[in-house]
């Protein structure tokens, strides 16, 4: 199946009269894999965001401490066949024993064919992104602080309160109130599950131009909102990767 191009969704208005003022790359986000990734079409691009969840939970059962999951050793294997020049990664909440590597262990030892990002910040040809996995023991308050703000792109698992997270909850009874955040939609069964401690630190601080994320396998889709292009890039359900392009300002760097 083919991917979701948005291609240029972000492109300055005055790109065509000034296309040497910016530099183009192509980025391509997926999230939740679950060792199908070879299920998978990625198309090409410059940048290759994975979001978390590559592996599922029962892959590290019976397991010592230092034993690695086969899943885990195919993800690398499968991150090194594919073409783009720069692999980024965080881990999800299916990835389980990632709370006890460090990050250079992560780096050296197991994930070796990306760059994986623990609440970290990297540029990438004048492209700032930050990765903040799945928080295994801190609370979400705690690791939303952590973020830097006016960053470029930001890498989470989970996404924001009321921002394509809502989710089939058949543990709570079905709601029959109109949902004020969704044009009065009643939801059923159906409930928001973001953050919403992401969602206030995302407006008031962080404003990332792009925020990917996943978890949410029913909500896997892309919205432009506070100045913020949101992709919920779960591809369990939907085997389609999202591309974009990113637009460099030469002339801010």
Known sequence: MASTELFDILKPADYDENPERYKKLSIVVVSDTHNNDDRLSIPNGDIFLHCGDFTNRHDW???????????????????ENLPHRYKLAICGNHDI???????????TKILTNCKYLKNELIEIEGISIYGCPWSFSEPNETKCSLIPSKIDILMTHIPPQFILD???????????????????????????????????????????KIHCFGHIHEASGYKYEFNTLFINAAVEL????????????????
Do not use: A, M
């Not at 401490?65 to 499968?78: K, L, Y």
């Not at 024993?97 to 780096?107: E, G, P, R, W």
């Not at 058949?170 to 409930?191: F, L, Q, R």
């Open 97 to 107: 024993n990632f709370s006890t590597y460090s990050s250079n262990d992560i780096q």
């Open 61 to 79: 059962q019976n397991l010592s401490t230092d034993e690695i999951p086969q899943s885990i050793i195919d993800f690398n294997q499968w991150l």
């Open 166 to 208: 809502l989710t089939y909850q058949p543990n709570i009874s079905p709601s029959i109130e109109p949902c004020s955040k969704c044009n009065n939609t009643v939801h059923g069964s159906y409930g928001h599950n973001g953050s919403k401690s992401l969602l206030k630190k995302i407006r008031k601080n962080i404003q990332p």
């Open 238 to 253: 939907t085997n389609q990767p999202i591309k974009f392009n990113f637009y460099v300002d030469l002339h801010k760097h």
